[in-house]
């Protein structure tokens, strides 16, 4: 079953036109992968058959509310990692335990952490990351040339403001599903 969606999505990709064109996470068994721009539910479809094609172990995070039946097999089988917030551990804690209990994985991350704008991003994934000594893969979905693909990876450097200015250079020239719903994070000054 798992191969039959995963195979409808690369062809339900193909079909509208998108091409895969950059894998830089190809030789790293571990990294966080953010794709900032998240404006569309469409966002999750192009990236889960994005990240398929690259042939790694990609998981998402979801809150827990969302892991009931019969919602829980679709996400289930897709990769999802439910972040239960009602727990002690912090979301950052929870994902820094996930990744290093395993020996391959990438958690992909959405900095905004919504479809809606957020003039701020939130920084767990940097955390995550730095605590976790992965780098992060900047993920992009890229509506105007219909391309996906994770194009580089920023090891953390301890400063926060400089990797994070480092990154919004590189997502402004991603153009999301619906540009209205995205801004870079605002303490970064271009």
């Known amino acids: 079953m798992l191969w039959l969606l995963k195979k409808s999505l690369h062809l339900f990709f193909w079909l509208r036109g998108w091409k895969f064109v950059e894998n830089s996470i190809k ?3 571990k990294a966080v992968v953010i794709v900032a721009g998240h404006t569309s539910n469409w966002d999750f479809l192009n990236g889960v058959a ?12 979801i809150k827990k509310e969302w892991m009931f039946f019969p919602f829980n097999l679709f996400f289930g089988t897709l990769g999802a990692f439910p972040i239960d917030r009602s727990k002690k551990t912090s979301a950052v804690e929870q ?3 996930y990744v290093n209990s395993r020996s391959q994985v990438i958690l992909v991350v959405t900095p905004e952490g919504t479809r809606s704008r957020q003039d701020k991003w939130k920084t767990g994934f940097y955390h995550v990351a730095a ?3 992965i780098p992060i893969g900047l993920g ?3 509506y105007a040339t219909k391309t996906c693909g994770v194009s580089q990876l920023i090891y953390p450097s301890g400063d926060y403001q400089k990797d994070l200015t480092n990154i919004c250079r590189f997502y402004q020239k991603v153009h999301p599903k619906n540009p209205e719903k995205f801004a870079l994070d605002s303490s970064v000054k271009l």
């Open 140 to 142: 992009y979905i890229d």
């Open 27 to 29: 030789d790293v068994d």
């Open 131 to 133: 605590a976790a000594k």
């Open 95 to 97: 994902m820094v335990s």
């Open 50 to 61: 994005c990240l398929d094609i690259m042939n790694k172990p990609a998981r998402f995070t």
